[in-house]
């Protein structure tokens, strides 16, 4: 998947970047409208990074949801988030 894929599946994904970017309003969503720029500068806005770390994040993001979309069209399931149960310390 890439920014142009992410902007026409914008209103399916952008719960997903609500998710990882808990600080964007739903304001900064219809705002954003999957276009790669206004996500960078909302990311830099809401949480004072610079433009590279932004960009970065925002890349990644994209990496993550594109693995996710393959999966489910290969038919299988989005993965699970892996925990750390040495960290919570449940099982």
Do not use: C, F
């Amino acid at each position: 998947m890439n920014w142009n894929q992410i902007e026409g599946k914008w209103k399916q994904l952008k719960g997903s970047a609500k998710q990882q970017w808990g600080k964007l309003t739903d304001d900064d969503l219809v705002y954003i409208a999957g276009h790669h720029e206004s996500l960078i500068g909302k990311l830099q806005e809401r949480y004072g990074w610079a433009k590279e770390e932004a960009q970065r994040k925002a890349d990644e993001w994209m990496k993550s949801v594109s693995m996710q979309d393959q999966e489910v069209h290969a038919g299988g399931s989005p993965r699970a988030p892996q925990r750390d149960y040495q960290e919570t310390g449940k099982r």
